[in-house]
């Protein structure tokens, strides 16, 4: 069985300063890992994914992810947050199957 | 212009009724998904189906109906016998179930407020 778990619920940060949301899984196979981010009052859109190539993959918008099997980690993160960064971001694990979204993060971004 | 479109935007209905939310892709998906989102909650799954003519339940599927009578559309219906059907709705496609790297495209998502 795979697991998603986001360990903040809700990262508050200053526009300009660094973005972290963390993500841990549980796959017994090898999984792809996606972000996906969403606005209010609409869809998710793929920010990235990891599918068994670089573990650093980069993404739209800044966003980059590394994929760190030994943590069982994918963590998000972008060297200066925006304002328009604010939203709710979902951490996703697939064994190709199956996909098990993480409960999300909410990024409140400070002027 | 290529994606997945779901209407309404927002729907109001009375307790007791069926109500039916629309989802069509045009990128040629042969995997499509239906799920429910809550306040402060992830995704729960309630429906998927692999190819026309074909679904299967997920984790959340009583109350709800579906069909595939063809590729690009995949309906999804929140009977009254959902006890709490009020939610924010997304349909997703996918190429296929069966790719390890396959990546699922969301729609804008349907607001189901049940007065």
């Known amino acids: 069985a795979q697991s998603v778990t986001q360990l903040d619920s809700h990262v508050s940060v200053s526009e300009g300063t660094p973005v972290l949301l963390r993500c841990n899984y549980s796959?017994?196979?090898?999984?792809?890992l996606f972000w996906y981010v969403q606005h209010p009052n609409k869809g998710l859109q793929l920010l990235l994914k990891?599918?068994?190539?670089?573990?650093l993959v980069k993404g739209i918008n800044g966003f980059e992810a590394e994929f760190k099997k030994s943590e069982t980690s994918f963590h998000l993160t972008k060297p200066s947050a925006h304002m328009s960064d604010a939203a709710e971001y979902f951490c996703v694990v697939s064994d190709g199957q199956n996909f098990v979204f993480g409960p999300g993060t909410r990024l409140s971004v400070l002027p | 212009d290529g994606g997945i479109t779901q209407s309404p935007k927002y729907l109001f209905r009375k307790e007791g009724q069926n109500v039916t939310l629309s989802c069509e892709q045009n990128l040629n998906h042969d995997a499509m998904y239906w799920y429910r989102q809550d306040p402060g909650q992830g995704l729960r799954l309630i429906y998927y189906?692999?190819?026309?003519?074909?679904?299967q339940k997920g984790d959340i599927a009583e109350g709800y109906s579906v069909s595939r009578e063809k590729k690009e559309s995949f309906p999804l219906t929140v009977t009254s016998a959902q006890k709490n059907p009020t939610a924010f709705y997304l349909c997703a496609s996918s190429i296929g179930l069966q790719t390890s790297t396959d990546t699922q495209y969301f729609g804008p998502g349907t607001r189901l407020t049940v007065l």
């Open positions: 796959s017994s196979y090898s999984p792809s």
């Open positions: 189906s692999q190819i026309v003519n074909d679904f």
């Open positions: 990891y599918t068994s190539a670089a573990t």
